[in-house]
């Protein structure tokens, strides 16, 4: 056995043993998995190590760096105003439609620039990446075309799994395993465009805080991580809760991190039972549902959940002043049809075959309807 493999040896053993490492340690570690210098056997068990005991945020951190350097197509759009990402890392107890994804169009239907960077289901039924795909955004498209978007239709996203965007080893790894591991979060947080302001759903407690700190330490200036509760408070989820408590932690611009706590009502909104909220077996069926949400014609329980996880990112970004404020305009911007035609703008801007994408789109509104 090389000297490579041994020191990789005793650092998961330390790793197993409960301790952890600092970001340089962790930074060679996810370097050396990134670029398959270690056996599949060590790969495997390093993520699973890291995951169990759970990361720091210098962990993070330092597999962010690895992810980031190493393997990520980086790029700059030209946009007004800060580039802004919210995402959810998996993993999570409660079963729920894609909210951030619809939350994200509400949010560039606002003027708030969305670089989004996600991937196709790995723990859940329909990943962000599936369901823009039903829609007919381009999601294997060139990061250029992405790029394009983002200036022109003010939102583009970034598939995590492409080579085109993480062309050395992360797609590769997300490939062969079906759980979620630290490399769902610190992978998700190499975002091409860097973007400085984020919302990030996490799906455990123990890793609000933990995460905030780790983006403060890659360079966001404004964020907040959150972790949702179902109504009886036994079940996690990677967005704010339309049903019960959600834990923040927001990093403020003076480097700050404030912890509290917030619940649908902190929003002028009822409390959403989540059985309503169940993704739809069928893919197709699920982007028809979506629609019927994002075009203002359910005005029910899936309205009330996006226009909830929307709201924050509003305030985050500085269009809205606060959470009822924000939920507001996101609702207002659902049934004016504000949404919808950014979702429309969206398939045409990120699409080598504009036409298609639109024709796509156009026949699910007409089932929608």
């Given at each position: 056995?090389?000297?490579?493999?041994?020191?990789?040896?005793?650092?998961?053993?330390?790793?197993?043993?409960?301790?952890?490492?600092?970001?340089?340690?962790?930074?060679?570690?996810?370097?050396?998995?990134?670029s398959d210098e270690q056996p599949d056997a060590h790969q495997g068990a390093f993520l699973a190590a890291i995951t169990a005991k759970g990361p720091t945020s210098d962990e993070i951190a330092g597999g962010w760096d690895a992810i980031y350097d190493l393997d990520t197509f980086k790029v700059s759009p030209r946009v007004s105003g800060e580039l802004f990402e919210n995402c959810?890392?998996?993993?999570?107890?409660?079963?729920?439609?894609?909210?951030?994804?619809?939350?994200?169009?509400?949010?560039?239907?606002?003027?708030?620039p969305m670089a989004k960077h996600g991937a196709?289901?790995?723990?859940?039924?329909?990943?962000?990446?599936?369901?823009?795909?039903?829609?007919?955004?381009?999601?294997?498209?060139?990061?250029?075309?992405?790029?394009g978007s983002i200036e022109r239709a003010g939102i583009g996203i970034f598939n995590g799994m492409s080579p085109k965007v993480h062309p050395l080893g992360l797609g590769r790894i997300l490939a062969k395993i079906r759980f979620g591991t630290v490399l769902n979060i610190a992978g998700s947080l190499a975002n091409p465009a860097m973007p400085r302001r984020g919302l990030r759903g996490v799906y455990s407690k123990d890793l609000v805080v933990t995460i905030a700190e780790a983006m403060k330490k890659i360079g966001y200036s404004r964020a907040m991580v959150v972790h949702g509760l179902s109504a009886d408070g036994k079940r996690g989820m990677d967005e704010v809760s339309p049903s019960g408590k959600t834990f923040v932690a927001e990093v403020g611009e003076d480097g700050r991190i404030a912890t509290f706590e917030v619940s649908p009502r902190d929003f002028g909104a009822g409390s959403v039972d989540e059985n309503l909220l169940l993704p739809r077996e069928d893919r197709v069926e699920e982007a028809v549902e979506l629609l019927r949400v994002l075009s203002g014609m359910e005005r029910g329980p899936r309205e009330m959940a996006v226009c909830i996880n929307s709201a924050p990112v509003l305030c985050t970004a500085g269009k809205?002043?606060?959470?009822?404020?924000?939920?507001?305009?996101?609702?207002?911007?659902?049934?004016?049809?504000?949404?919808?035609?950014?979702?429309?703008d969206w398939v045409a801007s990120q699409n080598s075959d504009p036409l298609a994408g639109a024709e796509r789109l156009e026949l699910l509104i007409d089932m929608a309807s």
């Open positions: 056995m090389d000297d490579g493999a041994k020191l990789f040896g005793s650092r998961l053993n330390r790793l197993i043993a409960g301790e952890s490492l600092s970001r340089d340690e962790a930074r060679e570690m996810f370097t050396q998995v990134i959810g890392t998996g993993m999570d107890a409660v079963d729920t439609f894609n909210i951030s994804t619809a939350a994200s169009i509400v949010a560039a239907a606002a003027g708030v196709r289901a790995i723990t859940s039924r329909c990943g962000t990446v599936d369901i823009l795909e039903v829609f007919g955004v381009e999601v294997e498209a060139d990061p250029g075309i992405v790029v809205a002043d606060g959470l009822r404020e924000g939920f507001s305009i996101s609702k207002d911007l659902i049934r004016s049809g504000g949404a919808i035609d950014k979702l429309a």
